[in-house]
Nanobody
Framework: QVRVVESGGAVVQPGGSLRLSCAVS????????TCWYRRAPGKQRELVAS??????????DSVKGRFTISRDNMRNTKIFVYLQMHTLEPEDKAVYYC?????????????WGQGAQVTVSS
C-alpha cells in the first residue's frame, strides 16, 4: 500500500511563488512515476508535471519555465515530491493533486492524495 498526502496550498498574489509538497509513504520501493495534476474550476483534470524514477521530467506547456517538479527520498522510508511554482497566474488557480504510480504484482496502480487548493488572486 502507498499513502499520498499533499500540503502547501495557499492564496498567492499574481506573480508570486508557492511550493507544494507531497509525502509518499508505504511501499515506496514500488514507485515508478510521480506526478502533479490539477483541476481548475469548470475544467478537466490536467497533468501538470511528471517525474520518472530515473529522474526524467515533463511539463505541460503552460507551466514550462515556471514550475519545477523534484523528488527527495528520505532514507528509503518516505518520498517527498515537490512542485515549485513561480510567476503564478490567475489561470493557475486549481486544486493540485499528487499522484504516484506503483507497480503491484506487475500491474501499475495509481495512488492519489486529497488535493491542495491553490488560489491566485490579488
Amino acid at each position: 500500500q502507498v499513502r499520498v498526502v499533499e500540503s502547501g496550498g495557499a492564496v498567492v498574489q499574481p506573480g508570486g511563488s508557492l511550493r507544494l509538497s507531497c509525502a509518499v509513504s508505504g511501499n515506496i520501493a514500488s514507485i515508478k512515476t510521480t506526478c502533479w495534476y490539477r483541476r481548475a474550476p469548470g475544467k478537466q483534470r490536467e497533468l501538470v508535471a511528471s517525474m520518472t524514477s530515473g529522474g526524467n521530467t515533463n511539463y505541460v506547456d503552460s507551466v514550462k519555465g515556471r514550475f519545477t517538479i523534484s523528488r527527495d527520498n528520505m532514507r528509503n522510508t518516505k518520498i517527498f515530491v515537490y512542485l515549485q511554482m513561480h510567476t503564478l497566474e490567475p489561470e493557475d488557480k486549481a486544486v493540485y493533486y499528487c499522484n504516484t504510480i506503483a507497480e503491484v504484482i506487475a500491474v501499475d496502480v495509481p495512488y492519489w492524495g486529497q488535493g491542495a487548493q491553490v488560489t491566485v488572486s490579488s
